[in-house]
């Protein structure tokens, strides 16, 4: 990753703070701005998170970026999904609502039923209280890429009386 730097362009060790540029011995490494950097300890209380010494090894560096990056990505696709409190109010089972294996046609079939039912999707999805994009999903046969759990499956079986599981 590029870093930017205010202080000199020798780049080596116990050399300049990038960001104030203050000569300093004690830099650490703190991620400022999404850049991470070699501060002073006065510039460090500007960095997200923690922060380390020089001495701080590369796998611990590279532990803590991970870490960090799976944390954001799981805001992101938290903030994209909309309202959470569902799930902090009655919990997730994940063990409890694995997908089934399913048939090969499992899309066709749910499309096939809900016109033959005269819904739409949305109308569809509305009845069996679930949301509309998982029951895309399902008709678009990409359930398991969009992690649509098993009791919308079984939603989808009972209410349009087919068989979308092997499980069935």
Same mark, same amino acid.
């Given at each position: 990753m590029a870093k930017y730097s205010t202080g000199s362009g020798g780049g080596g060790a116990g050399e300049s703070c990038e960001l104030c540029g203050a000569s300093e011995r004690d830099l650490r490494e703190a991620t400022v701005a999404g850049a991470t950097l070699q501060v002073c300890p006065d510039c460090a209380e500007h960095g997200e998170g923690e922060t380390r010494g020089a001495s701080g090894s590369r796998d611990d560096q590279n532990r803590d970026r991970d870490r960090r990056a799976a944390q954001n990505a799981a805001r992101i696709h938290d903030a994209a999904q909309g309202d959470s409190t569902h799930?902090? #109010?009655? =919990?997730?089972?994940?063990?409890? /609502? !694995? +997908?089934?294996? +399913?048939? $090969?046609?499992?899309? %066709? $079939? @749910?499309?096939?039923? %809900?016109?033959?039912?005269?819904? !739409?999707?949305?109308?569809?999805?509305?009845?069996?209280?679930e949301d509309?994009?998982?029951?895309?999903? *399902?008709?678009? =046969? %990409?359930?398991?890429?969009?992690? *649509?759990?098993?009791? *919308?499956?079984?939603? +989808?079986?009972?209410?349009?009386? @087919? /068989?979308?599981? #092997?499980?069935?």
């Amino acid at each position: 990753m590029a870093k930017y730097s205010t202080g000199s362009g020798g780049g080596g060790a116990g050399e300049s703070c990038e960001l104030c540029g203050a000569s300093e011995r004690d830099l650490r490494e703190a991620t400022v701005a999404g850049a991470t950097l070699q501060v002073c300890p006065d510039c460090a209380e500007h960095g997200e998170g923690e922060t380390r010494g020089a001495s701080g090894s590369r796998d611990d560096q590279n532990r803590d970026r991970d870490r960090r990056a799976a944390q954001n990505a799981a805001r992101i696709h938290d903030a994209a999904q909309g309202d959470s409190t569902h799930w902090e #109010e009655h =919990g997730t089972d994940y063990e409890g /609502d !694995q +997908l089934p294996y +399913l048939v $090969r046609d499992y899309g %066709r $079939r @749910v499309v096939e039923a %809900r016109q033959e039912a005269g819904l !739409q999707t949305e109308e569809l999805a509305e009845e069996i209280d679930e949301d509309e994009a998982d029951v895309l999903a *399902v008709e678009q =046969g %990409r359930a398991t890429q969009a992690n *649509v759990g098993g009791s *919308v499956v079984g939603k +989808l079986e009972e209410y349009l009386d @087919v /068989d979308l599981s #092997e499980e069935s």
